[in-house]
């Protein structure tokens, strides 16, 4: 069965970091593009970041909202992607998705994403 597993969600203060992490089972991620997105009660998912197969420098997106203060890396031999968040707002809270499309494009909509983590609970709170 292909899925990923995501982990590294919790209770945070304003000001802290949390450091999430994908893993995916079933499939290898060499040739996928992997996005991190999160959902807000009564709000539509958002795409934060995503990150491509490619080797270019450019090979990363960030939302106007998390430039600066999050960062998203691969490890292709773990299988795994990760997203570390420093500086966290209160606005942040949210429930964080991993998803994966095959391709190295890095602007796919959110509907072709085949496939999908739990989600993992960020609270950002004091």
């Known amino acids: 069965q292909l899925h990923f597993v995501e982990s590294g969600g919790g209770l945070v203060q304003p000001g802290g970091s949390l450091r999430l992490s994908c893993a995916a089972s079933?499939?290898?991620?060499?040739?996928?593009?992997i996005g991190w997105f999160r959902q807000a009660p009564g709000k539509e998912r958002e795409r934060v970041s995503v990150?491509?197969?490619?080797?270019?420098?450019?090979?990363?997106y960030y939302a106007d909202s998390v430039k600066g203060r999050f960062t998203i890396s691969r490890d292709n031999a773990k299988n795994m992607v990760s997203l570390q968040m420093n500086s966290l707002k209160p606005e942040d809270t949210a429930v964080y998705y991993c998803?994966?499309?095959?391709?190295?494009?890095?602007?796919?909509?959110?509907?072709?994403?085949?496939?999908w983590g739990q989600g993992t609970q960020v609270t950002v709170s004091s």
């Open positions: 990150i491509s197969y490619s080797d270019s420098d450019d090979n990363t």
């Open positions: 079933g499939f290898t991620l060499d040739y996928y593009t």
């Open positions: 998803a994966a499309v095959w391709g190295e494009w890095l602007h796919y909509r959110t509907n072709e994403y085949q496939y």
